[in-house]
């Protein structure tokens, strides 16, 4: 008989959830976990399932969880399933495989026909473990990169760059962006919305505005678990001039804020060879691949 327990969500486990991803994420190469108080927010909207967020535990304390959710979009009548796989602590791996078989048991029970996992660079468990789950490669979806700051001059002025302003920028930069990154404009917008709000997370963005157009935009998100890494939410420049402008910012932001790293993601490796980011030196750290288990 197992040591551990595996429960499934109850009201009053975020503040545990909160504390015992954090420190797995310690181990992550870019440091990520969901603040409490989101989590409560999440777990309070109409149609969260408590049964897709498994929790185990070892002498009433909480050592992992899994969060897992049915999607709404089925795929030629197959209903997908998406699960983050488990984040437990060292010394727990029994309770890691106990959250992943329970999940998978319970995404069977409500009809899902696939799931649908991210293995890589964010995390710790990489494509071998995907593979010995039982998972095939789908999709190799997200690059992550080291941006060389160091040979950009900080002296230089950057007084034509501005604080973003939601009221004054954000529509003009949610039809950017949607050209950018080929995405939604309703999509961006929650985004901005969410962030909006958000006070758990130091973030900065800026833009260069010549008259009624937006030349460049980007944000940087300081990362709350390891404070001396950032990470480029977004970086928009209508051309090189502009581009380095910006890094000059992030540069100065970057001594500011004593960063060891700033990170970006991209979801096309050949987007780092385009020409708006010339000035860029990239490092390459590893990548994230989508993997899927039919059940």
Same mark, same amino acid.
């Given at each position: =008989? !197992?040591?551990?327990?595996?429960?499934?969500?109850?009201?009053?486990?975020?503040?545990?959830?909160?504390? &015992?991803?954090a420190e797995v994420a310690k181990s992550f190469v870019s440091p990520h976990q969901t603040p409490a108080e989101r989590l409560k927010e999440v777990y309070t909207r @109409?149609?969260?399932?408590? *049964?897709?967020?498994?929790?185990?535990?070892?002498d009433k304390e909480m050592v992992g969880?899994?969060? !897992? +959710? &049915?999607?709404?979009? @089925?795929?030629?009548? &197959?209903k997908i399933a998406a699960l983050t796989p488990p984040s437990v602590l060292a010394g727990h791996e029994e309770a890691e495989k106990l959250l992943f078989? %329970?999940?998978?048991?319970?995404? *069977? *029970?409500?009809?899902?026909?696939?799931?649908? !996992?991210?293995f890589g660079v964010i995390t710790q468990q990489d494509a071998e473990i995907a593979k010995k789950w039982g998972y095939k490669h789908k999709q190799t979806t997200f690059f992550l990169y080291n941006i060389n700051l160091d040979d950009i001059d900080p002296s230089e002025s950057t007084d034509d760059i501005e604080?973003?302003?939601? @009221?004054?920028?954000?529509?003009?930069?949610? %039809?950017i962006l949607s050209t950018e990154y080929g995405q939604d404009e309703e999509r961006i917008n929650a985004f901005y919305e969410r962030i909006k709000t958000d006070t758990t997370t130091d973030r900065k963005q800026w833009v260069i505005? @010549?008259?009624?157009?937006? %030349?460049?935009?980007?944000?940087?998100?300081?990362?709350?678990?390891?404070?001396?890494?950032? +990470?480029? =939410? &977004?970086?928009?420049?209508?051309?090189?001039k502009y581009m380095k402008k910006i890094l000059i910012k992030l540069r100065k932001m970057k001594d500011k804020k004593n960063l060891t790293r700033v990170l970006a993601g991209f979801t096309e490796e050949t987007d780092v060879k385009e020409a708006k980011y010339k000035p860029i030196k990239?490092?390459?750290?590893?990548?994230? !691949?989508q993997f899927e288990m039919d059940l």
């Amino acid at each position: =008989m !197992s040591d551990y327990v595996i429960k499934h969500y109850h009201e009053g486990f975020e503040v545990d959830q909160a504390k &015992v991803g954090a420190e797995v994420a310690k181990s992550f190469v870019s440091p990520h976990q969901t603040p409490a108080e989101r989590l409560k927010e999440v777990y309070t909207r @109409e149609g969260f399932d408590p *049964k897709t967020r498994l929790y185990a535990f070892k002498d009433k304390e909480m050592v992992g969880f899994l969060t !897992s +959710r &049915v999607l709404d979009e @089925e795929e030629d009548g &197959v209903k997908i399933a998406a699960l983050t796989p488990p984040s437990v602590l060292a010394g727990h791996e029994e309770a890691e495989k106990l959250l992943f078989k %329970k999940a998978i048991e319970i995404l *069977k *029970k409500k009809g899902a026909k696939k799931v649908r !996992s991210n293995f890589g660079v964010i995390t710790q468990q990489d494509a071998e473990i995907a593979k010995k789950w039982g998972y095939k490669h789908k999709q190799t979806t997200f690059f992550l990169y080291n941006i060389n700051l160091d040979d950009i001059d900080p002296s230089e002025s950057t007084d034509d760059i501005e604080k973003f302003d939601y @009221e004054k920028h954000q529509q003009a930069c949610v %039809k950017i962006l949607s050209t950018e990154y080929g995405q939604d404009e309703e999509r961006i917008n929650a985004f901005y919305e969410r962030i909006k709000t958000d006070t758990t997370t130091d973030r900065k963005q800026w833009v260069i505005q @010549e008259g009624d157009d937006i %030349k460049a935009y980007a944000g940087l998100m300081i990362n709350p678990i390891q404070p001396s890494d950032g +990470r480029v =939410m &977004v970086t928009y420049a209508a051309n090189e001039k502009y581009m380095k402008k910006i890094l000059i910012k992030l540069r100065k932001m970057k001594d500011k804020k004593n960063l060891t790293r700033v990170l970006a993601g991209f979801t096309e490796e050949t987007d780092v060879k385009e020409a708006k980011y010339k000035p860029i030196k990239f490092e390459l750290l590893g990548n994230a !691949s989508q993997f899927e288990m039919d059940l």
